[in-house]
């Protein structure tokens, strides 16, 4: 039930997809692939699997305990831990999420312990750690289209809806990797477009940088910007 938003064509996970990737006559899910689907997967609205896997708090009607404890774990940060690395693993395709995407995730569970320690650890860390600031550096969807307009040298009104225009997609690209911004929250920020839109931006954007090495200095640039 929960894998049926990326159970779809443009994600590679189409009943077709999935049995030519279970036959081994596709590719594994390229970095971007199996990026976009975990954003889908995390973000998607009807959705309750952000309460089984921790990624939020659970609405007071919904019982988890029998489903979770079919995860074998026992405690329920185990179970949802557990949960959440099936799925995800299946998702992922085999592609192994960065050192930085893991720890967002992990921020993102919301275990007020484990980001209390973590926070103390970042106080006293030296500067042998330099993910850190990964902590301690969250920029906002505005600064990131400040960047972008200062490098465009336009403003975000005059391109957000230009056909064609990278503008847009970069913006949402960077603050899929830089601000921790849902899908949802990007659409809205954007002014009220779907989150699937967003996912298709951001998709193509990925696809724009890997074929054009143009713009990914362009991208080089905004990021330097950004300290991110």
Partial sequence: MYLN?????WLGLDKRGRRREGLGLSKAASTAEAAERLAVLRAHRWST?????????????LRMDVILARTGASGAGDQKAAYRKALEDYVRGGYEESWSER????????????IQRVKQSVGVMGREWPQKRILRRRVGFDEVVKAVEKVK?????????????WGRDMVFHLCRQA?????????EAAGGLDYAAVSVAIRRMGQRLREDSALQDVKNRVAKMLNV
């Fill in 103 to 114: 720890l967002r995730n992990r921020l993102a569970v919301g275990a007020d312990v484990f």
């Fill in 153 to 165: 040298g336009e403003l975000w009104q005059a391109f957000v809806d230009r056909q064609g225009d």
């Fill in 5 to 9: 938003p990326v159970r779809v064509k």
């Fill in 49 to 61: 699997y952000g309460c089984y896997a921790g990624y939020g708090q659970a609405p007071e009607w």
């Fill in 179 to 187: 601000t921790g911004m849902t899908l949802r929250e990007l659409g």
